[in-house]
């Protein structure tokens, strides 16, 4: 037998699984969709169907021989979008010929988790054809699929980013990740077997609007910037040639009938969805770009949208999040971002006489705080310290350009140097390193820093938890000394620190300079002026919540505040977040603190966590279980407070986990 011969006996006895759709069924998306038998909502619910749906034809009519190689999508909430990006990672892999390996992102695990469980295995299942195909659809975070794997990921874990080769890239909500990390995200497609004249792979970014400028619309000003436009039925009217409905809102309704109408001629328009897609941006964009809003829902929807826009933008709940999500637009509060240019250069003359110190302890033994936020090869440190009158003092800044165990040794000696009591450190992306700079340092003075969501408290640290209510990580059975953060309400209340003028930065804030390696090469770089722009790149808004009730019926809940970075990822601001957190802790204690201020006691607990003009000033030493506004849990330990000054003053419904033994509230009642 010849070298050939062999070859092609061992190609024919290759168990390759057989073609369960035909290449005819396969060469555009839209065809896949019917073929497949997939259903929206699984099996017993609804077939598929563009009813309604215009807006969405022209993505559902993709074909496979020519995709769209970049694509971004900037949109307004329940659009059917998520829907299609099951449809379009089916369609990648459901060749049994050909080896496509397909990467969904989201925001965080718990989206995987939730989208998978509700969205994915149910789709999957309605569809005899695809569950031919699948080895295991209940499998989270590769599912084999023919000869190709479909990956799920949340964007906060480093590894889940930065380990896996890929063809097709399809992200969901980039509102919610960093514009850094979806970057490097961009490069696990760079060996993809997906070639065309754009480039290496398939690359799509789907998103409810966010920011001007930053998230979704930071790549959708880069793309070919497709709106729906709207036609006025009047022929004599200018917008018969079509318009964008929502960049005409509020004009565009005539409230009075509750109907939509032409912002020029008046005529009323029945349906927002008679008109086309025009591109507004340049013609060598880099990306397809395409744009829609719940306006193309029609004249049902409007009434919802209405009251949404009353409550929302006239009575100012949340303006942002309205033109966010209901028109699709990018759109930032002014109050958004909390530490301006403007409110640091109030901090600059709180002390006339501070500059910046040299290294060293300080004279007075003042608390003194380090804060580390990991980042690559860089790490940002923050050294802070508390002043007297409750004030608190920039001491250092600096960006260590150093990895490993050399990083965790020039981090050690700096602490040393500056005579820190505490340090707080970022646990990853390298939780090794974390641990190496612990074990430098004296039992107890190193506390890795983990980021939590919706806690009852904006700090909880390892040994003030219940252990009997809270697991353990893997981590902290690695490590004793660990700090829980609630990233929305700690941070919230560090920059506050600013806000209040409780902060003193140097005279010269902008003289210290370090060279750093910039573009590949080495340039002196104002820390002053970095630390400033990394404040001016984080901006408070919120993340609306639904839920189905007992009927079936989505129902919109309070929405979760949280922070979002912009053009840069803020490594000052974690840094100084950790370093508060350092000061709020004396001397390794389990006690959470703040300065002394005139004659006023040193409240423990969370009091010590609310801004400055809620916190105690009374001398009485009443204890929480004395006020009628604590509840006792029946278990012991931790109890509740409800009192919604309280609540409120840390951005959470009532009620607040903290200690009986509590004291110096100002609003103790008996």
């Known amino acids: 037998m010849t070298r050939e011969e062999a070859y092609r006996l061992i190609l024919s006895q290759m168990r390759l699984p057989p073609p369960e759709f035909s290449e005819e069924e396969l060469s555009s998306l839209i065809r896949f969709v019917q073929a497949s038998g997939i259903r929206p909502e699984g099996p017993g619910g609804a077939p598929f169907s563009l009813e309604g749906r215009r807006y969405l034809e022209p993505l559902y009519a993709e074909r496979q021989d020519r995709p769209f190689r970049r694509l971004v999508i900037m949109k307004a909430a329940q659009m059917g979008l998520t829907t299609r990006l099951m449809y379009r990672a089916a369609w990648w892999v459901a060749d049994a010929r050909r080896k496509v390996d397909v990467a969904l992102m989201f925001p965080t695990q718990d989206a995987v988790l939730d989208l998978h469980k509700t969205r994915f295995r149910p789709m999957m299942r309605s569809s005899a054809r695809m569950m031919r195909l699948i080895a295991d659809v209940d499998a989270v975070e590769v ?145 397809e770009g395409y744009a829609f809003n719940q306006i193309l829902l029609g004249a049902r929807r409007l009434p919802e949208l209405w009251r949404a826009y009353q409550r929302m933008v006239i009575e100012g709940a949340n303006p942002s999040e309205f033109y966010n999500s209901y028109l699709g637009l990018p759109h930032r509060d002014p109050n958004a971002i909390l530490v301006t240019g403007e409110v640091m250069d109030a901090c600059r003359g709180l002390d006339p006489t501070y500059r910046w110190p040299a290294p060293g302890p300080h004279p007075e033994g003042w608390w003194t705080a380090m804060g580390v936020d990991q980042r690559g090869v860089e790490k940002h440190v923050v050294i802070a310290r508390w002043g007297p009158g409750g004030r608190v003092y920039l001491a250092h800044l600096e960006v260590v350009e150093r990895s490993g165990e050399e990083a965790a040794a020039y981090l050690a000696h700096l602490a040393r140097e500056w005579g820190v009591d505490i340090v707080i450190v970022d646990a990853e992306p390298s939780y090794d390193l974390a641990v190496s700079l612990g074990r430098r340092l004296p039992r107890g003075m190193v506390w890795l820093a983990d980021y939590v969501h919706d806690r009852p408290q904006p700090l909880e640290w390892s040994d003030q938890r219940d252990r009997e209510a809270i697991r353990k990580s893997s981590g902290e059975a690695k490590w004793e000394f660990w700090v829980f953060i609630d990233r929305y309400k700690h941070l919230l209340q560090a920059q506050m620190l600013f806000v209040n003028r409780r902060v003193a930065l140097a005279t010269d804030f902008e003289a210290k300079v370090q060279e750093l390696r910039r573009l590949g090469q080495r340039v002196p770089v104002s820390l002053g002026l970095e630390f400033r722009a990394h404040f001016e790149n984080i901006a408070r808004t919120t993340i609306p919540r639904r ?120 609003h103790h009642r008996r």
């Open 547 to 666: 839920r189905r009730d007992a009927e079936g019926r989505e129902v919109e809940e309070e929405p979760r505040y949280t922070w979002r970075h912009l053009a840069l990822d803020p490594h000052f601001v974690h840094a100084w977040g950790y370093a508060v957190a350092g000061l709020m802790r004396r001397g390794g204690t389990s006690e959470v603190v703040r300065p002394r201020e005139r004659e006023g006691l040193d409240p423990p607990g969370y009091q010590a966590q609310l801004p400055p003009e809620l916190r105690p000033q009374s001398r009485h030493a009443a204890e929480c279980a004395t006020c009628r506004y604590f509840r006792h849990s029946p278990e012991g330990g931790m109890g509740l407070c409800q009192n919604p000054v309280v609540a409120a003053s840390l951005g959470v419904p009532p009620p607040v986990r903290t200690s009986p033994r509590t004291v110096g509230c100002h």
């Open 143 to 287: 599912v084999r699929i023919g000869v190709s794997n479909m990956r799920f990921r949340g964007m906060r874990s480093g590894v889940s980013v930065d380990s896996i080769p890929v063809d097709v890239l399809l992200f969901d909500e980039v509102r919610l990740m960093d514009v850094a990390t979806i970057e490097r995200a961009f490069a696990r497609v760079s060996a993809s077997r997906l070639e065309g004249p754009e480039g290496r792979g398939i690359i799509e970014l789907n998103s409810t609007a966010g920011f001007p400028g930053a998230d979704i619309d930071y790549y959708f000003r880069r793309s070919s910037q497709h709106h729906w436009h709207t036609r006025c039925p009047n022929p004599a009217c200018p917008n018969h040639k079509g318009f964008v409905m929502a960049f005409t809102w509020p004009d565009c309704v005539d409230p009075d009938r509750m109907v939509y109408r032409c912002p020029k001629c008046g005529r009323v328009i029945e349906d927002p969805q008679d008109g086309f897609y025009a591109p507004l941006g340049p013609e060598d964009a880099e990306w």
